[in-house]
């Protein structure tokens, strides 16, 4: 049996219609998937509970001076939403010579710390009691001096228990063993801590 024309062309055009939106619907499924994904939510962080840091800076003044530091803190916060509260005690090692026969050992700290509670961001003050380690030759040696500290800090979760952060201090030491002027001391040093 034989079609005409006519025929041919009714089928054809009630055929592609039905091709055409196939292939836009196939054209729009593979262009979907290049779409920007959805933004994640911010995430909840939850700053309550200990963490161990090692650290590593400049000592940037001590009495004209300056140095690396190293150590280890230990730390614990509160966190109450939009600000946390906390305690820290941190031990640092540096040798500085700042006199003829006289260094620099040690210095440890011990403080409270508030806060400004941003999502994955942590905004901080500290200040409390510090102490400070000398050598020195003979009766020169003025033995430990004790004093205080301030700080400004910041820290960042970058993993969900390990966090890194900067923070700028300022201590002064007197009262030692000995009669001794008052050393000043400027540090700034970066952390990598573990929350536990």
Same mark, same amino acid.
């Given at each position: 049996? %034989? $079609?005409?024309?006519?025929?041919?062309?009714?089928?054809?055009?009630?055929?592609?219609?039905?091709?055409? $939106?196939?292939?836009?619907?196939?054209?729009?499924?593979?262009?979907?998937?290049?779409?920007?994904?959805?933004?994640?939510?911010?995430?909840?962080?939850?700053? %309550?509970? @200990?963490?161990?840091?090692?650290?590593?800076?400049?000592?940037?003044?001590?009495?004209?001076?300056?140095?690396?530091?190293?150590?280890?803190?230990?730390?614990?916060?509160?966190?109450?939403?939009?600000?946390?509260? +906390?305690?820290? @005690?941190?031990?640092? =090692?540096?040798?500085? !010579?700042? /006199?003829?026969?006289?260094?620099?050992?040690?210095? %440890?700290?011990? &403080?409270? =710390?508030?806060?400004?509670?941003? +999502?994955?961001?942590?905004?901080?003050?500290?200040?409390?009691?510090?102490?400070? /380690?000398?050598?020195?030759? &003979?009766?020169?040696?003025?033995? !430990?001096?004790?004093?205080?500290?301030?700080?400004?800090?910041?820290?960042?979760?970058? =993993?969900?228990?390990?966090?890194? &952060?900067?923070?700028?201090?300022?201590?002064?030491?007197?009262?030692?063993? =000995?009669?001794?002027?008052?050393? /000043?001391?400027?540090?700034?040093? @970066?952390?990598?801590?573990?929350? @536990?």
């Amino acid at each position: 049996m %034989t $079609m005409n024309t006519p025929a041919i062309a009714l089928i054809v055009a009630a055929i592609c219609p039905t091709v055409s $939106m196939a292939g836009n619907a196939e054209v729009s499924k593979a262009s979907s998937s290049f779409k920007k994904p959805a933004e994640l939510p911010a995430l909840g962080v939850d700053w %309550t509970g @200990f963490s161990f840091g090692l650290e590593l800076g400049y000592a940037l003044d001590v009495e004209g001076t300056s140095s690396p530091i190293y150590g280890a803190k230990l730390a614990y916060d509160y966190d109450f939403g939009s600000f946390t509260i +906390g305690y820290i @005690f941190q031990y640092t =090692r540096l040798e500085q !010579d700042i /006199d003829a026969g006289f260094e620099l050992v040690s210095y %440890t700290r011990l &403080g409270a =710390r508030g806060g400004i509670d941003r +999502g994955l961001n942590l905004f901080y003050a500290s200040a409390g009691y510090a102490e400070i /380690d000398t050598h020195a030759a &003979g009766n020169t040696n003025p033995g !430990d001096g004790s004093g205080y500290f301030v700080s400004l800090g910041y820290e960042r979760f970058i =993993r969900e228990k390990l966090t890194v &952060g900067a923070e700028l201090m300022y201590s002064e030491f007197s009262d030692f063993n =000995r009669e001794f002027r008052d050393v /000043d001391l400027t540090a700034l040093a @970066f952390s990598v801590n573990y929350r @536990f």
